[in-house]
């Protein structure tokens, strides 16, 4: 055991070092996870702001969780997006992410803290919507623009690794499909359906690693809605559970990066409150049920999100 506790820290002090093992935020902003949907008419403009606080204490080697984790991340992001209706189906919205992230590494004499906060990625979306009797759907591809720092150093001087750099240093693509359809003569209950894809393409303006490519990202989510008045507010539940994969990562000449990837499947719980019909704000909570990671990974322990939306 004492042997297998060294070889641990060691581990940790490589990973915190050198190259982390990939977390829910490597990358940059969870940008499936960030963009919003908006209902608008033709001329009509929207705004979202968006919070997200990511707690990340988890530590696994494949899929076996590793007792008393010495290792440690919190992760805010704050995006702005604001949304422009070309007619009722289509749209142009843009997303603008800021980061601030903190990793503790507990070594039982001192801790070693790294922070990074910055512009992140900035992305384009068109949206397209449309209702058909109880079905809305309503879909959107973006392209993920490499805005945000790569190279951005700590007091030691060093540049922070790859995963703790605000962007990705390259041009990205994600498609977002999501559906909601309505049953019962009231409207009160609704089967919510999504399936969305971040595809990476290689980042090159890391000094350390030119050409590095994270990982492609797959994410299916399924579960209930329950719709309501609450002390006289339009209100929606929700319910559900996702499933995400994510592609290793890849270094200059193909070779993979082994402490990346890996399946996850989480649980999810929120809410919209409609203050009125053009201002509403929404709160969600997820948790893990299961992951099944490559090699020695800091994973997800719990993540909020608020947000505020409005019809300008």
């Known amino acids: 055991m004492p042997k297998i506790k060294t070889a641990i820290t060691f581990i940790l002090l490589v990973l915190a070092s050198v190259c982390h093992g990939q977390t829910c935020c490597t990358g940059g902003v969870p940008v499936l996870d960030a963009f919003t949907f908006s209902n608008l008419s033709k001329g009509q403009f929207g705004a979202h702001l968006f919070y997200s606080y990511n707690y990340n204490n988890d530590l696994f080697f494949d899929d076996e969780s590793i007792d008393n984790s010495h290792i440690s991340r919190k992760v805010s992001s704050l995006l702005l997006q604001m949304d422009y209706a070309l007619n009722d189906q289509f749209g142009l919205s843009i997303s603008i992410p800021y980061l601030w992230q903190k990793e503790i590494v507990d070594l039982s004499v001192n801790n070693v803290e790294y922070v990074n906060r910055g512009i992140g990625d900035i992305s384009v979306?068109?949206?397209?919507s449309k209702k058909i009797n109880s079905l809305n759907l309503n879909s959107a591809i973006s392209l993920k623009t490499p805005t945000g720092s790569t190279n951005k150093e700590g007091d030691n001087n060093l540049a922070f690794p790859i995963s703790m750099q605000t962007g990705t240093g390259s041009y990205d693509l994600a498609l977002i499909v999501q559906s909601s359809w309505y049953f019962g003569k009231q409207r009160k209950f609704s089967l919510e359906n999504q399936m969305a894809l971040r595809l990476n393409s290689k980042g090159n303006k890391f000094k350390a690693h030119p050409n590095y490519k994270f990982g492609n990202q797959y994410l299916i989510y399924a579960g209930m809605g329950y719709h309501l008045l609450l002390f006289n507010l339009v209100t929606d539940l929700f319910l559900g559970a996702s499933y995400q994969y994510r592609d290793q990562d890849e270094f200059d000449?193909?070779?993979?990066?082994?402490?990346?990837?890996?399946?996850?499947?989480?649980?999810?719980?929120?809410m919209n409150v409609f203050i009125t019909p053009e201002f509403f704000f929404s709160l969600n909570a997820s948790a893990p049920l299961y992951r099944n990671l490559n090699g020695l990974q800091l994973s997800t322990t719990s993540q909020l999100s608020a947000s505020i939306n409005m019809v300008l």
Do not use: A, E, K, P
């Open 125 to 128: 979306w068109l949206t397209y």
């Open 253 to 270: 000449g193909g070779f993979q990066n082994t402490n990346t990837g890996g399946h996850w499947v989480n649980s999810s719980i929120g």
